[in-house]
């Protein structure tokens, strides 16, 4: 007997996204993933000035901020052929760095975590033996009786007055919870803990940026200058504002993020053997160590490249210009394309149509035979592809970055699992965790290059020779890329006549959790879900722990409706607005 399991909205995750699974028995036979909401963000875009885009696309996300502003800035540089400063691209890879890691350690924390994490079990925990533990693992600070004695009081009021909060709607007590009491309590700490660690990292957006969120960019470098004896631009007490931040940073990472990860993966090694899907992988590449050119790819941190079928022997190269290796099929999508439903676009060409022709809700269930998904479906040479972390962290493993390689060893050597584990929703999470511990090391080389530049004289941080529309070309396109903490992003922008003719954003939740193309070959999500065995399908949480190791972010997609299915508002922009 087969039966259909729907979590809509699936929850923890920027945006909406819905999950049906088709069961067999108690194992998940096939899923569909589904964007609920509808982007936009290109038709606003139409006839803009191309410098401003990266102001729009920044509102796609509250959380993704920095990096679509990134990713549009790159690609309207790509396409005037504008170099930036070495200086500029060092902060460039401090703001993203701080991004990653602010992200990483939320994610965790604040959104994945408690897929593993029984809340109410800590109750029970003793907070002395917690601090033993703790004191176990690492020497951070907050680790005595005393400071676990107090989580364990505010969490047995929360608990008794029946205002868990935060803690509301989790599915505590499931017998998938393996965690004794006191991991319990200390994971519970530090999910307190980096909730105020979080307030103060993101200072490093505001001084580079201005403000965060949607911190300020600029087309040709950044908008910081550099001047240590003016106190209106980035002088000696602000460059030592970022030393401090990166200090709290790394030490979060290495005190609590990286062992927290290892000692909670320690009781669900049976996870290292589920939840990949795909076996392929593509990564975009980024993060040029020494400040230099994007056009380098050799000197990224994070290689560019792409593994079929779990092979880390043979790495293809990848050319995302070509539109012979990146299209997006709409088969199964609510879009429509000029040419048929069934062909692909590279994204220069690409074309945002919509037609929505799916149930109004609410609806028990999608038909997913026909449209079901306001995503798009990228492929690259055809393959279905997963992005992210474990792509990442797969690339630099497969080259050899040094590393890399020491700490994904160390990992799968004190979790006594094999190497196949790094397939799987484990393995993604790890993958996280391990990726946030290279950035924070290397965040620090880039700040000491920063200075040392400083230092002997440099302090450019702007390009402006190319800043003017009348020594631009007629016609220009160009493609920005990034590794957005989620996985590679990519903005494409065609220009003509100095104002913005087509562009795209392609995201990395769009490769993930895309649906179906024109094949029937499912994205990264739903081939994940492929085989999960469920406990109980009223309380799916062997789903959302796949999915979550993703961190989904649906975001990308905007769109306002009342439970009818009827417009709410309709926002009209003039092009010249």
Same mark, same amino acid.
């Given at each position: 007997? $087969? ?58 996300? *509250? ?22 400063p070495k200086n500029a691209q060092l902060i460039r ?50 680790s005595s009786p005393g400071h676990f004695a107090d ?18 709607? +989790? ?105 990949? +899907?795909? *076996? ?16 380098? $790819? ?100 497969? $080259? ?10 160390? $990992? ?44 002997? +004289? ?28 989620? +996985? ?76 009818? *299915? ?12």
């Amino acid at each position: 007997m $087969t039966d259909r399991v729907v979590v809509d909205p699936v929850t923890r995750i920027e945006g909406h996204l819905r999950i049906e699974v088709q069961m067999d028995g108690d194992t998940i036979a096939q899923a569909y993933s589904s964007g609920t909401m509808v982007r936009g963000i290109e038709i606003i875009l139409q006839g803009r000035d191309p410098r401003d885009a990266w102001a729009f696309v920044q509102r796609i996300c *509250g959380v993704c901020t920095l990096v679509h502003a990134m990713a549009s800035i790159r690609s309207v540089e790509d396409a005037l052929q504008i170099e930036v400063p070495k200086n500029a691209q060092l902060i460039r890879n401090l703001m993203i760095g701080a991004q990653y890691i602010h992200d990483h350690v939320m994610h965790f924390y604040h959104l994945h975590a408690l897929d593993w994490v029984d809340v109410v079990s800590c109750l029970n925990a003793d907070p002395a033996a917690t601090s033993t533990l703790a004191q176990s693992l690492s020497n951070y600070p907050n680790s005595s009786p005393g400071h676990f004695a107090d989580v364990q009081k505010k969490v047995r009021t929360f608990v008794e007055q029946g205002q868990l909060g935060i803690f509301n709607k +989790g599915y505590w007590g499931h017998p998938a919870y393996k965690l004794p009491p006191e991991a319990n309590l200390m994971a519970v700490a530090h999910y307190l803990d980096a909730l105020s660690w979080q307030r103060d990292v993101v200072q490093l957006h505001t001084i580079f940026g201005g403000k965060n969120p949607h911190p300020n960019f600029v087309v040709g470098g950044t908008p910081s200058a550099i001047d240590l004896n003016s106190d209106s631009a980035i002088n000696q007490k602000r460059l030592s504002q970022v030393q401090d931040v990166i200090n709290r940073m790394r030490m979060f990472v290495d005190q609590v993020y990286v062992p927290d990860t290892l000692a909670i993966a320690s009781f669900y090694k049976d996870w290292g053997a589920q939840g990949e +899907g795909l *076996g392929n992988f593509l990564c975009f590449g980024d993060l040029p160590m020494t400040g230099g050119s994007l056009t380098d $790819t050799k000197s990224f941190l994070f290689p560019r490249g792409a593994i079929l079928n779990r092979d880390l022997s043979t790495i293809h190269e990848v050319d995302l210009k070509d539109p012979g290796q990146v299209q997006e099929f709409v088969a199964h999508s609510w879009y429509d394309y000029s040419g048929g439903k069934d062909q692909g676009l590279h994204p220069w060409d690409g074309e945002t149509k919509f037609n929505y022709d799916g149930p109004k809700p609410p609806y028990k269930q999608l038909d997913v035979d026909k449209s079901y998904s306001w995503l798009k479906s990228p492929r690259w040479k055809g393959h279905s592809m997963e992005v992210g972390p474990l792509a990442r962290m797969l690339l630099m493993y497969a $080259t050899g970055n040094e590393q890399a390689k020491a700490l994904v060893d160390m $990992t799968l050597s004190k979790l006594e699992v094999p190497v196949e584990a790094l397939f799987s929703t484990l393995g993604r999470t790890a993958a996280r965790t391990l990726e946030s511990k290279i950035i924070a090391d290397n965040m620090q080389g880039w700040y000491d290059q920063l200075i040392a530049n400083i230092k002997a +004289g440099d302090t450019d941080t702007f390009a402006e020779e190319k800043w003017d529309p009348k020594n631009w070309p007629k016609s220009a396109k160009g493609a920005g890329f990034m590794e957005a903490p989620r +996985g590679g992003l990519s903005h494409y922008v065609v220009i003509e006549d100095a104002k913005i003719a087509n562009y795209q954003a392609v995201v990395p939740t769009t490769w993930n959790a895309g649906p179906r193309d024109a094949e029937g070959k499912p994205g990264a999500y739903e081939a994940a879900l492929q085989g999960h065995k469920m406990h109980d399908p009223h309380l799916p949480i062997e789903i959302l722990r796949t999915i979550h190791s993703f961190d989904p972010c649906l975001a990308c997609a905007v769109h306002v409706t009342d439970p009818d *299915g009827e417009e709410l508002v309709q926002v009209k922009v003039s092009p010249s607005a």
